[in-house]
């Protein structure tokens, strides 16, 4: 069966060294989050201003931040036009991918020879960059995967970094094996050896941290990717694991960086990403071929990287702390009371404050969650680390949403107060 879309082996590899050619290049304050109105007026569904509780879903103040679960983040305003824009038009998407990659290394500053597309989201990031380095351009080889007969198969990974993001590697039909230790690295290396990954936010986890991991990969000339997809902030995440000397770095697009939910980033070098678009949609008969990002989600991730790098982030992060300590002052107005302050070193590095309380608030963390989740506005704020206390950040509050908060906290603790 042949790739279909016209993909006879002239157009493909004619793709190939178009793409692999052009992928190579050198390298306000948050804006509202209300969205943009309509210029048209809406009948049927949304003729209310809120569609989801015209089909009664519930919608929710997120105290937890950019999590998949809850559509991750509220793009910015902008991206409405820009993407409303992008949908009026057809256009070649390998072209649209090559170019958006283009503007992206230039935007990123990235090293020669690195590049980027935009997927669905990091977890495509992850299956396709694999499926490139498995495959190559070899379009019988892209035909066959999960089949890996005449491939390579095994992917090496530390123990303490697995988790459920790396289905995305497995899916592809290679064998992850663990090591932990430097030696059973060197030890595990064969001639199945396909790729070395690491996943960033359990870098505190594992002996060998991402500094090292990359330089190893290097010695034994092993490929080597990073999932960094909740990794933003600090910005310069987007170009530090490529000016370390990551092969492909992977980052959700709609998380901090505020693009579309069903955007991410493949970066890395610019032969394996462009290995990577082959093994993806629109390329029919692909292992990536559900795994479609549209036209307008393409332009619209460029945007929110546009926007993103033009943000005050420092300023940002000022006003997340202060809506935290105005929140923190109505609650510990409540006898036995307490709030803390931290900021996770890796995925949502934003500020977020602990609260917690003695025996004379007489409710669990998980019933306060629960009694929060279940009232109205709905707020969803989850409990800490040993379910000691409650955890929030503020980052994905609209405005007026903290004072919200406070009110609402406030309400259960002193219902529940000796």
Request: charged share 20%.
């Amino acid at each position: 069966m042949r790739i279909n879309l016209n993909w006879d082996r002239r157009k493909f590899f004619g793709a190939i060294a178009a793409a692999v050619g052009s992928l190579a290049a050198p390298r306000p304050l948050f804006s509202s989050n209300k969205p943009a109105r309509s210029a048209g007026t809406v009948t049927g569904l949304g003729h209310t201003g809120n569609p989801y509780e015209e089909l009664g879903v519930t919608t929710v103040i997120n105290c937890e931040g950019t999590m998949t679960m809850l559509g991750g983040s509220l793009p910015h305003p902008e991206l409405e036009a820009v993407m409303s824009m992008a949908g009026r038009h057809f256009v070649s998407i390998p072209e649209l991918e090559v170019a958006a990659g283009k503007r992206i290394a230039e935007m990123l500053k990235l090293p020669e020879g690195y590049s980027a597309i935009v997927t669905s989201g990091a977890a495509a990031a992850i299956q396709s960059g694999l499926a490139g380095i498995l495959t190559g351009s070899n379009e019988a080889l892209i035909r066959q995967l999960p089949d890996l007969t005449g491939m390579k198969s095994e992917v090496i990974i530390q123990k303490s970094h697995r988790n459920p993001f790396d289905h995305q590697l497995r899916s592809t039909g290679i064998k992850l094996i663990e090591i932990e230790t430097r030696d059973e690295l060197s030890q595990t290396l064969n001639d199945r050896t396909a790729m070395m990954h690491f996943t960033n936010f359990a870098n505190a986890a594992g002996q060998i941290k991402v500094d090292e991991w990359v330089k190893l990969s290097k010695r034994y000339s092993i490929p080597c990717m990073i999932d960094a997809a909740a990794d933003t902030p600090p910005v310069s995440h987007l170009w530090d694991y490529a000016n370390m000397g990551y092969d492909l770095i992977t980052f959700s697009g709609g998380k901090a960086i505020r693009g579309p939910q069903c955007a991410g980033l493949l970066i890395g070098r610019s032969d394996l990403v462009a290995n990577a678009l082959l093994n993806n949609s629109p390329y029919e008969d692909t292992i990536g071929r559900s795994q479609k990002v549209g036209k307008e989600e393409i332009l619209g991730m460029v945007k929110a990287l546009e926007l993103y790098l033009n943000e005050d982030h420092d300023a940002l992060t000022a006003e997340w702390q202060q809506r935290l300590q105005g929140i923190s002052q109505e609650i510990t107005k409540i006898p036995g009371v307490s709030t803390s302050y931290f900021t996770p070193d890796i995925a949502n590095h934003v500020p977020h404050m602990q609260i917690g309380w003695n025996s004379r608030v007489t409710l669990t963390p998980q019933e306060a969650s629960k009694l929060l989740r279940a009232g109205t506005p709905s707020i969803v704020m989850g409990s800490g680390e040993n379910h000691q206390g409650l955890v929030m950040n503020s980052f994905m509050l609209q405005p007026g949403e903290d004072k919200i908060v406070a009110e609402k906290l406030s309400q259960v603790l002193r219902a529940h107060s000796a």
